[in-house]
């Protein structure tokens, strides 16, 4: 089936095609209820026409709906238009990891390689908390879009069809969707039971094709090769490329091991490797350029449970008074390493919470010491702070509020309009805007941090 710009489809209007292949084409179109354009990927008729496909398909989808973080693609919708199954995700404006290799052949600068491992490892740490595996993570499967200064905004892709890690059988073990033979790791290709694991080795081989432009494919498996100590000139790109950091060398290897034991436990593990082997390798001035997030936020790729299906915040601002982001650490994971000890929080100036205020729905603003009865901005965020906290409030609006809004991280018009929507229904102060607005025209964000570092991850309810 190949749909024409104009047509419409299950509701969606098409705009254009993005692309296409054997197993069916996925197009730019617009949403039939709200403002936005979308990713519609519609599959291949043949496929919808076997009922076991088309069984696995509805419950492996709605699993992919229910992924929710900012460095995975969002699945707004699914359906079955006829023997034509279809997913409606979020479009990003960009490009593909595997473009930007094939741009530059001779491999990405460490720095960028590593961003884009490090957030896509963000991504799959969150799946694999949900128990679902991707089974086919390569380059061309990283979306790549323009940040605001802080680096690319990096988006795993293509969770609609993975599989989730209960054991049964999947959609890719159908024979209708094999995985990238080149990424893949030997129990995948020799069709043994997986696990997160699997992910972690294809993400090596995806940080080897970032950093070397070669395809990281052609090994056998060697059960008795150590993780450390590589012996295949694939997996030691400073061989060929001297002038990467040289810790780079035993972190991929180690990722690529051929038995799962011998690699990085989880997708947190392996991305703070890689940060701190680019970080190592690096002078003072280039590990400037090396993302903050790779260390300013160490939780997010630490094996706690990152911003997930439960958000933080109620981002209504209450009469005459400062919203805040609330904070309410989530139960650290007991797998692993045990969790640090609290530091005692850190803060943008001087941020108390002393006073919580019922908003509705069950939920509450917490107001920092002086904000109810001076309405006075006491907090001030920039740079990447700012964008966590905006990334807060659109996941409080999204999800403790039921308000769909992309989680992209950008202040625009459409967070102003759901605030002043919810700021409306609560009969709080009606401006738009979350928190107040200096003179310059620059918001200030009253901000309190837990006791590891990180924003609320639950939404607050009234206890």
Known sequence: MLL???????????????????????????????????????????LGANPRYRSLFRREAEIACRLDHPNVVSVFNRGEEGDALWIAMQYVAGTDAGELVRGTPSGLPPERAAHIVCEAARGLQHAHDQNMLHRDVKPSNLLVAAGDGAGDRVLVVD????????????????????????????????????????????LGATLLALLTGANPGGRSPRPEAEPTQPDDETLTPTRTQPELPAALDAVIARAMGDQPEQRFQSCAEFGRAVADAVRAGESPTRRAFLPALMHARPAALRGVRPLALAAGIAVVVAA????????????????????????????????????????????????????????????????????????????????????????????????????????????????????????????????????????????????
């Open 4 to 46: 024409r710009p104009g047509q419409v489809f299950a509701g969606y209007t098409i705009v254009r095609t993005l692309g296409a292949g054997g197993m069916g084409a996925v197009y730019l179109a617009n949403d039939p209820e709200l403002p936005r354009q979308v990713a519609l990927k519609v599959l291949d008729e043949r």
């Open 159 to 202: 969770f609609g069809l993975a599989r989730n890690a209960d054991g049964e059988a999947t959609v890719t073990e159908t024979g209708w969707l094999d995985c990238t033979p080149a990424y893949a790791a030997p129990e995948v290709l020799a069709g043994r039971v997986v696990d997160r694991r699997a992910d972690i080795y294809s």
């Open 320 to 463: 005459g008074a400062v919203g805040a982001v609330t904070l309410i650490p989530d139960e650290p994971e007991t797998r692993g390493a045990p969790p640090p000890q609290p530091k005692p929080p850190a803060t943008t100036k001087h941020c108390y919470w002393t006073t919580r205020a019922p908003v509705g729905n069950g939920y509450y603003v917490e107001l920092p010491s002086g904000a109810a009865d001076h309405d006075e901005a006491q907090c001030v965020l920039t740079g990447g702070d700012r964008g966590d906290a905006v990334l807060a409030v659109q996941r409080a609006l999204r999800l403790c509020h039921h308000i769909p809004l992309e989680t992209d991280g950008r202040y625009g018009d459409a967070v102003r309009g759901a605030i002043q929507h919810r700021q409306t229904e609560t009969g709080a102060r009606v401006d738009g805007l979350y928190g107040p607005e200096t003179r310059t025209k620059s918001l200030e964000w009253p901000v309190f941090r837990s006791p590891d570092n990180t924003f609320a991850d639950r939404c607050a309810a009234v206890p």
